[in-house]
């Protein structure tokens, strides 16, 4: 960041002492004022719940344009990384910057798939839940232990450690989410293959079973590897920030992406698409395309406290770009699999085509995010509903260590402690 050339006043109408701040400009997006001495120069703080105005870190990794409705990772639109890219060259860009070459990539590709074995003792941990716990109660498990399994990958001060786990955890999220699903379900846990590419082998440990060869269709297979791509990072969303505010206190890289997958698991977050697919069943239930606008009249009603799902976003105040690619992906999935006449997919048209119509949604910038499509892709490939949040945990690993990593390595990175405004009791004494 650089010194812009204009500078912040902020002045009391009580007459105290004006206080000068300095202005940083970034390459594209707004500029911030440094606040940072603002409390040791005026005794006090800002107040932003929800970070609406707070930029909470420095970062190279993410932009979004939320008017413009453009993602950029590393700088490249993610409509041409999910259009020409693969996933595992999406992650090795993220984590380090520039797209590989050929030899970097097949380099990388082969290091990610030496380590996607989870270690065997981990089976007897994950056989200690519930068969129908949450997956992602499960995942948030299992993530956090993979601290207790890989104890030579957990100093986060040391550039080795921070590298393997940052491997480890790509390698092995599609197999522990994978034994999630089958330990639900009561089938064998498959194990990795590593001739297969990431989602293929994703796709091969969700639903081969020992008893048969499983053949990967290509065209699940490149859809899946699109949606690992459009949610591999999205900047200094709730989940990231956890990870960042859970790892600023040098804890592992385990123990951070498991607060991750903790963050990502609420519907106003990474459960909107599982939120989204109830929502849309719901409709249907009530009586289909018929009901809609008797939906839409719950929505728009505040005292129903209803949401639609899939709908509005803290940033994008415009199509979210992923959501476009999404419904590209939704309509190959569907024609592939002879699914076209998909009920719940003419819902959620109809649903989106009323949203962009009415004013409701039009005034306070309403559009489809990423989850209005992906939990359809999803259910049609046949991963279940509660599973949908996990493969977005999955895919957003990554971000998650890739926005980690960046931050361990940032000069001017501290423990987060954000303060508050005090409004309980004053000093009191117990009487009597
Ligand atoms: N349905 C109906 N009204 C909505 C919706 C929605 N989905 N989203 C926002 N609004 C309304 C709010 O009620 C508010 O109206 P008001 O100004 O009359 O009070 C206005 O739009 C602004 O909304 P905020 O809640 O202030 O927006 P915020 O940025 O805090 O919330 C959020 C963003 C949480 C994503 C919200 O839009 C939402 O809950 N959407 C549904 C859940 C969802 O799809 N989440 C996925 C996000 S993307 C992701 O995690 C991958």
Redesign the pocket.
């Known amino acids: 960041m650089k010194l812009a050339d204009n500078k912040a006043t902020l002045s009391f109408s009580n007459g105290s002492p004006s206080i000068e701040m300095p202005v940083y400009s970034g390459n594209i997006g707004p500029d911030v004022i440094d606040i940072r001495k603002l409390y040791g120069q005026s005794g006090m703080f800002t107040y932003d719940p929800?970070f609406l105005s707070t930029a909470s870190c420095q970062s190279g990794i993410t932009y979004i344009d939320g008017d413009k409705g453009e993602l950029l990772y590393r700088g490249y639109p993610i409509e041409q990384l999910a259009n020409h890219g693969d996933y595992l060259d999406t992650c090795y860009l993220l984590l380090k910057g520039e797209l590989p070459d050929a030899k970097q990539s097949t380099d990388f590709h082969k290091l990610v798939n030496n380590h996607t074995m989870v270690n065997e003792q981990m089976q007897f941990f994950l056989r200690g839940f519930r068969r129908d716990a949450h997956p992602m109660a499960v995942l948030t498990g299992l993530v956090g232990a993979l601290s207790a399994f890989y104890h030579d990958s957990t100093d986060i001060t040391n550039p080795e450690h921070r590298e393997i786990s940052a491997i480890r955890l790509i390698a092995k999220m599609p197999t522990l989410v994978a034994m999630a699903y089958k330990y639900g379900v009561g089938q064998p846990f498959q194990y990795p293959q590593n001739n297969l590419s990431y989602s293929g082998n994703f796709l091969r440990m969700m639903f081969g079973v020992p008893c048969e060869e499983y053949k990967v269709n290509p065209v699940l297979e490149r859809a899946l590897d699109r949606i690992f791509i459009l949610h591999a990072d999205h900047e200094q969303?709730a989940s990231t920030s956890t990870v960042r505010l859970c790892g600023s206190s040098g804890t592992n890289p385990f123990a951070a992406i498991a607060a991750g997958v903790a963050c990502l698991w609420g519907?106003?977050?990474?459960g909107?698409n599982e939120?989204?697919l109830k929502m849309l069943d719901d409709i249907q239930k009530m009586g289909g395309i018929s009901k809609v606008g008797e939906f839409m009249e719950q929505?728009k009603d505040?005292n129903s406290g209803v949401?639609?799902?899939?709908?509005?976003?803290?940033v994008y105040k415009n199509y979210d770009p992923r959501a476009k690619l999404m419904q590209e992906t939704c309509n190959e999935v569907l024609a592939e699999l002879g699914l076209e006449n998909d009920p719940l997919f003419k819902l959620a048209k109809q649903v989106e085509k009323i949203a962009l119509e009415d004013d409701y949604f039009v005034s306070?910038k309403?559009y489809p995010?990423?989850?209005f499509y992906s939990g359809i892709v999803q259910r049609a490939i046949g991963i279940p509903v509660n599973l949908f949040t996990g493969v977005f945990a999955l895919a957003r690993t990554v971000g998650w260590i890739a926005q980690l990593n960046e931050m361990i390595g940032d000069p001017e990175y501290k423990i987060g402690r954000p303060r508050q405004l005090f409004t309980g009791s004053p000093r009191r004494d117990i009487k009597g």
């Open positions: 929800g969303n519907p106003a977050h990474g909107a939120a989204c929505v505040k949401k639609l799902m899939g709908f509005g976003h803290r306070r309403l995010n990423v989850d």
